[in-house]
């Protein structure tokens, strides 16, 4: 099974060249481009790898890791 990673980023632009490269390595790539999309994609499956932009709007990348951290489920 390929490990799987999470690109939280809301440019389109930058989203595309993280999941493009990753995809060149064969990687599983999963884009979210809001912190609390990135949240239920890691409630659904939790990613290998979790690359976060921290300036996101609404909630920031720091807020994604605050959240992670607080929950039982996803704080390692």
């Known amino acids: 099974m390929k490990e799987q990673i999470l ?5 389109s632009t930058q989203a ?7 995809e060149d390595e064969s990687y599983r790539v999963v884009v979210a481009s809001s912190g609390e999309a ?9 990613p290998d790898l979790l690359l ?3 300036r996101l709007p609404a909630m920031s990348g720091y807020q ?3 959240t992670l951290r607080d929950d039982p ?3 390692c």
Do not use: K, M, P, Q
């Open 7 to 11: 690109i939280v980023e809301d440019s």
């Open 16 to 22: 595309a060249f993280y999941r493009s490269a990753f």
């Open 38 to 46: 990135g949240l239920a994609a890691i409630r659904s499956a939790v």
């Open 52 to 54: 976060l932009d921290v």
């Open 64 to 66: 994604v890791c605050r």
């Open 73 to 75: 489920a996803t704080n």
